[in-house]
Each structure stands twice: as structure tokens, then as C-alpha cells.
């Protein structure tokens, strides 16, 4: 069946490339955000022969980015074998930028604007910009615009050590002052998620990871980088008991979050491949799974005792329902482990009267969701966290199990991506792929 005339077009992931994510101080150290995002879209391009391909849109971002690269997409795409004409944005939604590229690349899609785009984000915790004091910058601005010799000197005459003082860089809410671990310590307490709890989250997270990694799922989802084959972050020994010896690192009253249950600070990039089915055709392309839709929420954490990382438990229900879903259509969700509490505190709102129907309105809970369904291949704890990149992570990898599930059960299959952002943010996403030749049933 063809769509009619004008109506919106179908969009498909049809295929993915991450470089492994790396520690802080790990292999990408000295690495530019611009080098690694160039090396996750050569990985692209290789394994779907893009070369000289003119895309629609390549959309992308850092959260932790330089000044001098304002057109860090765009400048990416012209390091790589694609059509120089190739049209890029940086785009930038804190832990979700990942996903919001991939939302913006669809939408032109689907309005016909485009056929083709590229989503995908990258940062860099070892390279992030350090900035020097407001007096400093003022000076050296006037600096700039001085017109004689004698301005210049007196200018420079002027500066004190004091000035040269560096802002060192830190992930603090500027309007609390607290940190995003500081913040997920408050909402574990309030939604009483235990230090075991967290810990089989994390340990599961690695034991998902390596043996995806065993498995060989990344064969076609990754390219090494700079002697780095593996996510760094990942510890296939990681247990439980192992966890439960790390000391305590944020939160001052019955502290449970440590280095094991919250996402280390890393380095990484990803990009995603999403088209047509006829420009996916034309090129020999097999869709991956459709891109369905998007929800996005945001939480009063400022002025309310709402949680910073919890606005997705309110996108996901509307996501769901917009789409004539329960949660028992859903066969695989991903939810985004900021910190182990992240995703525990967001499961227990779901399955919470008090918080889905008395606080946000919602006629009934969300429900629960199978852990068998939750996370299979590992997620954040494991893989690590580069800011912008973990939405392309998280797409392609979902894309790849839907498109296999559904080929090995010949049913269609549902997934949906949670990613919470800093600033009390939260994007979701539904993905669905029908087995091979039944797209049009
Ligand atoms: C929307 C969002 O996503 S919000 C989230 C944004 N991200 C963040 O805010 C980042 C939060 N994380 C951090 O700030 C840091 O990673 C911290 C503070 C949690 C930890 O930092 P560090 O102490 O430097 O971590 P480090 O890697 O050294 O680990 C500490 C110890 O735990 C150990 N450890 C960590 N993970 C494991 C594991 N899985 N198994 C066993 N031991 C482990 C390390 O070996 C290390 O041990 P050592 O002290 O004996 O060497």
C-alpha cells in the first residue's frame, strides 16, 4: 500500500555505528569531540557504503562542546567520505540530545523535506572546555578591540593572577547548585530504593553488555577507535558482592549511590542511519525498525519535590496511549541508567497509584515492567555514558534487537527508549519492526 499524497512518510533506522565509549583519561584522551564524531560516522558510511552519499540532514551534538566548534556537526561531515554538499546542525538537549537528533531528522522526513538523515551526538568528559574567570574574559575582549599600543599595554598592565584562575568543569544544576548525582541521591531516598536494589541493577547492566559483546551483537553496531575495541567502562566480573564493597559517593544520609551504581564520566560518539523505504530500497537497505513517535516532559524540580531525573515517568504513559499502547505491547524497553536510582525510582512511579494518578493525573498506573524485557543488551552502568552520544547507543542497538526479534517470531515488535537529561528534562521514543516482507499487511 502507498501512502496518499502529502501524508506523512514512513521513516526506518536502517542501521548504526557507535565508536566504544571510553573512560575519562582512557584511549580517547587528547581526542577531540570533532575527531571521535568523524570516526563514528566513517564507521557509518563504511558498512553502508555511503561514500559520496548526498544526506538529507546530518544532525548531531555535544553537550560539553568548545567555542570553536560552533558547527561541530557539519565540520564532522566534512572530515568524512560523504558528499560535501551534505547539510548539518548541531543540535543540543543535555543527556537526550541523542535522541532529539533523531527526532528532527524523522520529522523533516516524514514532512518530506528529506529522505535521508543521519542522528547521533558525541562528547567528551577528558576534553571538556574549561573556561577562564568573567574578568579575565572581559579584559581579553577589550584586549581585542584595542587600537593602540599604549590601550594594548595598559590593558595587559591590568591583569592579576587571580584573573588566570580556571573554572574547573562541573555537572551542577545552575539553579540548585547540586550535582546530577546529588540530585538521583535525593529521589533514591524519597522512592526508599535500597543499595542492593541498585547494585543487581549494575551488575545485570555489565552481565547484559559482555554477553552481547560474547554474542557478537555489536558486530554490526561498532568500529573500534584508536586501539579501543571495547566499551571501557565495561567489567564482565562485576557481581553484586564486588559492588557492595565500593564506598559511597553521593548524598549525605543513608548514602547508596557509588561509583558501581551511577554511570562514569566518559567519552564516545554514535551516529544512526534513518531514511525512506524507497531510499533504503534504491540503495539495497534493509529497515531496521520504524521510527513511530516521540514524547518529551519536563518536572518542577526547582520549585516542587519533584525528582530532576523523572520527567520521562510522565512522557512514557503519554507516548503509549497517544499510540493506542499499554505496556504489555511493548516487548523490550530501554531505559537510559543515568544512575541505577534513575531507573529504579521511574519503574516504581509507574507502578504508583499516588504518584501517576493523584500527582500527574493520569487515570491509572503505567504498570510494571518484566525485567526481562528491561535493558537486555546492558545499558549506561556498563557501556558508559558519553552525554549526547548514549541516544544513538541506545536507537541502534534497540533497532537491531526489534529487527531480529521480529524476524525470529515472524510478530511484530515494540520497543521504547527512555532517556531523562539534566535540568529536568526526559524524552521517550517508540520503535516497532514488522518480520521482513509484512511491513505493508
Ligand atoms: C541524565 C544523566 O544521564 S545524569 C548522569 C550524568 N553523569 C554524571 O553525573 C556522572 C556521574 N559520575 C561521576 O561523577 C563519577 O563517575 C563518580 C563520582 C560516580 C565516580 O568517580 P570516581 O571515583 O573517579 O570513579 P572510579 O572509576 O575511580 O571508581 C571508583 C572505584 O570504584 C571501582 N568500581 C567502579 N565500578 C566498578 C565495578 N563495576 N565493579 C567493581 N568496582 C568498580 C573502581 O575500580 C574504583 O576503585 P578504586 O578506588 O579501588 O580504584
Known sequence: MTAPQNAPRRVHVLGGNRIPFGKIGGAYRGVSNRDMMTAALDGLIARYSLQNERIGEVAGGA?????????????????TALDPHTPAIDMQKACATGLETL???????????????????????????IEVSDSLRRKLHTLSRAKTAGQRLSLVGSLRPSDFAPLAPRNSEPRTG???????????????????????????????LAAAYEEGFFDTLMTGYRGCGRDEFLRPDTTVEKLAGLKTVFGKEQATMTAGNSTGLSDGASAVLVGTEE??????????AEVVDFRAAATDYVHGDEG???APVEAMPRLLADNGLTID???FFEIHEAFAGTVLSTLKAWESREYMVDRLGFDDVLGTVPREKLNVKGSSLAAGHPFAATGGRIVASLATMLRTAADDT????????????????????????????????
Open 178 to 208: 547540586l550535582s546530577m548525582g546529588e540530585h538521583q541521591a535525593i529521589t533514591t531516598r524519597e522512592w526508599g530504593i535500597t543499595r542492593e536494589e541498585q547494585d543487581e541493577l549494575a551488575a545485570a547492566s555489565h552481565r547484559n
Open 308 to 310: 530532576l531525573l523523572m
Open 63 to 79: 553537550v560539553l562542546k568548545r567555542a570553536a566548534d560552533f558547527n561541530l556537526t557539519r565540520e564532522s561531515v566534512l572530515g
Open 410 to 441: 515472524g510478530r511484530t515488535q515494540r520497543g521504547v527508549i527512555s532517556v531523562c537529561a539534566a535540568s529536568g528534562q526526559g524524552v521517550v521514543c517508540l520503535l516497532q519492526a514488522e518480520p521482513v516482507g509484512q511491513e505493508d499487511k
Open 103 to 129: 527526532n528532527f531528522v524523522t520529522a523533516k522526513i516524514r514532512l518530506g523535506q528529506i529522505d535521508s538523515g543521519i542522528a547521533g551526538g558525541v562528547d567528551s568528559a577528558s576534553d571538556a572546555p
Open 279 to 288: 531510499w533504503a530500497a534504491a540503495r539495497g537497505l534493509t529497515p531496521l
Open 329 to 331: 505491547d511493548i516487548d
